[in-house]
């Protein structure tokens, strides 16, 4: 009964859809440049795959929603599917063609979600396959719907590329390594061919596509066999995540095998597991730094090979007990101290300030002298003349960076005598042999120190020159007088270079002014006594007066008789 309804549903449907028919517009649905963007704005710039799993899960209900193709109500469910005839009808845009893509990511995001929590959680790997396999259908149904005469070329061509990708994900998570190394290859190729077809400015997306699958498709070939792919390499890419699980299963046999390793003829035994798969890990050290582009990349297979060196170094001197085993620690020592020499020798050519690569060569120079001075090597004629010509080769660098550091701070003298000293210790280690990077920087110091010191020489006798053309200098004369009252002399006056210079005296001294006798005529008819100084002219005898009178009319007031 379901199915008979849902039948009579996708008819009513159909017939709703064939009422008009006008002519179509072909589809053109760039899925690699949708689903990056989508990548870029959702949460993947940082690794939250929650975060874009939502967003999916959105964009789906926003998509059926325009599309008109709910799953049933709130208490039943209906599965509804994109089909021929929606991508056939005339209305409909690409947005029909987004409803698979977006359901393949939001499984893909789910599945990479569980896999960053089944490393904790184990039981989560299973779940996060079953929803890889989930996106693998899902976009199965993507690329079914493209193959219609209604989407074009390019289109076809990148849901094929995004099939081959997610089925090669899916069988690298399950170690079907042909099966991986077959769909991802397939991917490689149309994106390859599509960025070739395209313009300029859409090139570089698919480019860094291939590029993304390189990494996969190397390790898959290491694990098939192929001999020319390097494990320590494909480590520092990012790739492998669980290290020593995957050198225990990839080199049992051979880490069976190796029980002892020779060094300046003397036989190390070798019984600890820890220690064998770690020898197995570095055979192949040296070719894959040639293998790596850039020092940066050499620099962090050197760090992640020294991590490992030093968990293999702490187990080992837990079980120091006996003379072998304390052989075996000075060896690992050896090893790790030639190999940071080997990193610092790196950092060297990256640095640019000289007196940074002379606290480098400093750091080197001590290291090699503590792997001459261990018990083992004391005596071996072989060792001391190796690890000497090294010093020799390094005290030479040093002199060079340190004469540079001289002239860098305008030291010319000792500049020239650093560079004579630089060239004496390059010609004592002439001819012999060094690793590449060493080599590399004695070629360079033995090209630029006779120019470098020819500069060095040439400024010391410009600055001879220089103090014997220097003007004698002359007494200091100091006057109290300012400069303007003395401007008809020239003498060298020291103060006048100082902050306060006796130039001018301030405020200007006064002068008298002769007065106009007019101003003064004028102002005299305006001037008046002052009160006070009236009643001092007259001296006290208008009060005695005021005070007799007041006395006689208080009397004449007093009997009825006055005046």
Known sequence: MVLKEQDQNIMEQETEIKDDIEPTKPFTLEILKVIKDSHQQHGLRHGDYQRYRGYCSRRIARLRKVLKLPQGDRRHFKRKDVTEVHVTNPKIDDKCLQLPLMMAERNW???MQLRQESNTEPRKKFHFIQKL???????????????????????????????????????????LWPKATENLKKAQVIYEKLSSALPEDEQALYMKRVEEIKPSLRYCAYNIGDQKID?????????????ETLVTQTKEKTAAVLHEVSWFGIKVPIRMDRV???????????????HADTVQAKIKILEDMLMDLRDVIAEVRKVVTENKEQLLLSY????????????NLLLIKQTKKPQDVCRLLDIILQQLNEVMQFEQLQGDKKAETQYNDQVLAYRALRAFYMAKTHALFRRWKEAAVTFNICEERAREVKGKKFIAILQELLDNLVTNSQVEKAVAHANVVLEKCEEEAAPVPQKAYKSKKPLIERLDEFREDPQLLTKNPNVVTIPCPMEPVAPKPLFYDLALNYVQMPEELQDKI???KKDQSKQQSGISGFVKGLWGWGK
């Not at 494990?231 to 290290?243: D, H």
């Not at 064998?276 to 040639?290: G, P, Q, Y």
């Not at 690992?332 to 990193?343: C, E, H």
């Open 109 to 111: 995001a789910y599945a």
């Open 133 to 175: 396999r989930k996106a693998c259908v899902y976009s199965e149904q993507l690329e079914e719907l493209c193959k219609f005469d209604r989407c074009d070329a390019r289109t076809k061509l990148e849901a094929q590329a995004y099939v081959a990708w997610m089925h090669g994900t899916l069988h690298f998570e399950l170690q």
């Open 231 to 243: 494990l320590l390499e494909l480590r520092s890419q990012g790739i492998l995540e669980n290290y």
């Open 276 to 290: 064998r798969l770690f020898m197995v890990s570095i055979e192949k050290l040296d070719e894959s730094l040639a």
């Open 332 to 343: 690992l020592l050896s090893i790790r101290i030639d190999r940071t020499v080997q990193r």
């Open 538 to 540: 007259d001296g006290g």
